[in-house]
């Protein structure tokens, strides 16, 4: 029986990126492919070797292609140490040394070679800044044709932002390539901070998976959870010692769109000033606006506006909980 969803996970990890793979790797019906990074929680080489890492201690050989270091054009900033520490997991006291390294080609590279190996095949899930996407759009435009979905832990509609009033942090990071991605015309999906901040996990959650599977990769989530939850707690009190699901509901989405209530609209991206990195949606739909931009004929997406929370973390508990971790690939 052929697996439902072949992916390439396009990420910075990054805790929440790391929960949101090994989601992936213990779904049933997920095959990740390869993995392409990108800055944005930490630096583009420390998201190559977490993805290598976290692969490898869950003993996967998974291809990983390194991308970009900086935005399109915003000037660089500085990697959020204090939310998911300096090393991007929680800073770890000690890692054992892992097999691999990482490709030869770019991760733009990577993405343009899989999507021609698969025409039509491919969901590529992007839970990060999105340079890579906006290079392997310039490197092959029909790229939106040759992929069957995409589907973006990025922005939101009605809920404020995470990095300003209106901008979330992975399109705030990259106004310019969001905005490139919003617009390509693909089969696209945003799941955004609407949904994503109703899904709060709290680091007990952690503590038991370390519990019920004995491993070195649950022992590194748990970690990895504690510093971000610590930083969650410290911004949103009410919460507990907790966190936001973020990027793992983009998986989520992927194999239980039906736990989604979405609206479909064009979304631009506000690329400079005071909102720069804002996603807005035209929720109208047929009005013809005189501002440039908003033509008929560009691209929708299909916006997450609800989520079942309870559901979408019992299915995070059940796949996390279930029987897929493999001895860890040293060196
Ligand atoms: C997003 O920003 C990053 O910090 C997280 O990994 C997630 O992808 C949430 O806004
Ligand atoms: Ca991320």
């Known amino acids: 029986m052929s697996i ?56 996967r ?11 399109l054009s915003k000037a660089p900033g500085l990697p959020p140490g204090f939310i998911h520490g300096d090393d991007g997991l929680g800073n770890l006291p000690t890692r054992v040394s892992v097999q691999g390294q990482a490709e030869a080609c770019s991760a733009a590279e990577y993405i343009v070679k899989m999507a021609r190996a698969y025409p039509g095949e491919i969901t590529l899930v992007a839970v990060a800044p999105l340079g890579n996407l906006g290079l392997a759009l310039r490197l092959e ?12 832990m990025a922005g939101t509609i009605n809920e404020p932002g995470n990095v300003s009033p209106v901008a979330e942090a992975n399109v705030w990071n990259d106004p310019d390539a969001a905005d490139l991605v919003f617009t390509a015309g693909w089969n696209l999906a945003m799941v955004g901070l609407d949904v994503t901040h109703r899904v709060v996990i709290p680091s007990g959650f952690f503590t038991q ?55 479909k609209g064009r979304i631009r991206v506000a690329k400079e000033g005071i909102a720069n990195g804002q996603t807005m949606m035209d929720k109208h739909g047929s009005l013809f606006y005189p501002q440039p931009g908003w033509e008929a004929e560009k691209p929708e997406t299909h916006a997450c506006l609800q989520i079942n929370a309870e559901a979408a973390m019992a299915l995070i508990d059940t796949t996390l909980k279930g029987n897929w971790l493999l001895p860890a690939l040293t060196a």
């Open 61 to 71: 050989a998974i291809p990983v292609a390194q991308g970009v270091s900086v935005p």
């Open 141 to 152: 435009p029909a790229l939106p044709q040759l992929l069957k979905k995409v589907v973006l």
């Open 209 to 263: 998976l370390a519990a019920h599977q004995q491993h070195i990769a649950t022992d590194t989530l748990k970690h990895a959870a504690d510093f971000y939850c610590n930083f969650y707690s410290a911004i949103r009190p009410d919460l507990g010692h907790a966190c936001y699901g973020h990027d793992v509901l983009a998986f989520v989405y992927l194999v239980a769109p039906e736990l989604f209530t979405t609206a």
């Open 4 to 59: 439902k969803h072949k992916v390439i996970f396009d990420t910075d990890p990054g805790v929440d990126d790391a929960m949101a793979l090994y989601f992936a790797l213990a779904h049933p019906d997920i095959e990740v492919l390869g993995i392409t990074t990108t800055f944005g929680n930490v630096t583009v080489q420390q998201a190559t070797e977490n993805a290598l890492y976290l692969t490898r201690i869950a003993g």
